[in-house]
T-cell receptor, first 114, second 112 residues
């Protein structure tokens, strides 16, 4: 079964540092997402990406965050200057088309900001 | 996006059928109902999706009454490995807003 792949599985970074979380969505999918989940809390939408541009973003997705699809296969989430409260699981997801709500999620990257 | 309400938690025993009900009183005409499952430290996984009446797949059944203001996810003969958080999502899959919004979900604990 095709799957969404995320790297790294765990990243520890110092406050104020930049991090890049990487995702390889399923190859024929057109919609891409980043979500985060703080420990013990619900899954929160960050941003959706379609046709090489952001289609929607949440209030969480402020100027510190950016997304990119640099080479047609990878989908990255960059946090420019990490804060302690950015510590969370970050999930990438992809969907084949707008007519299908079956989104495939990656295993996540656990980001720990110290 | 329609707001959903689910029980915070449920307990069951192995071999039992589990029914998790979700309320979505302000569901719109174009909205579909989708359920996801999440194990600890893993990403959510799609279970089932429906619009009305009953949908069944190899994992679960989804019952939607005629007024569509609620839905029930039915898991037949649960096992310990079905212990997870189950999320009910409601949204217009064909609309401009294509994001999935997760609520707090229902933590199902299956005991031996």
């Amino acid at each position: 079964e095709p799957e969404v792949t995320q790297t790294p599985s765990h990243q520890v970074t110092q406050m104020g540092q930049e991090v890049i979380l990487r995702c390889v969505p399923i190859s024929n999918h057109l919609y891409f997402y980043w979500y985060r989940q703080i420990l013990g809390q619900k899954v929160e939408f960050l941003v959706s990406f379609y046709n090489n541009e952001i289609s929607e973003k949440s209030e969480i997705f402020d100027d510190q965050f950016s997304v990119e699809r640099p080479d047609g296969s990878n989908f990255t989430l960059k946090i420019r200057s990490t804060k302690l409260e950015d510590s969370a699981m970050y999930f990438c997801a992809s969907r084949v088309s707008y007519m299908n709500t079956e989104a495939f999620f990656g295993q996540g990257t656990r980001l720990t900001v110290v | 996006l329609a707001k959903t309400t689910q029980p915070i938690s449920m307990d069951s025993y192995e071999g039992q059928e589990v029914n998790i009900t979700c309320s979505h009183n302000n569901i719109a005409t174009n909205d579909y109902i989708t359920w996801y499952q999440q194990f600890p430290s893993q990403g959510p996984r799609f279970i089932i999706q429906g619009y009305k009446t009953k949908v069944t797949n190899e994992v679960a059944s989804l019952f939607i009454p005629a007024d569509r203001k609620s839905s029930t996810l039915s898991l037949p003969r649960v096992s310990l490995s079905d212990t997870a958080v189950y999320y009910c999502l409601v949204g217009d899959i064909g609309g401009a807003t294509n994001k999935l919004i997760f609520g707090t979900g229902t933590l199902l604990a299956v005991q031996p």
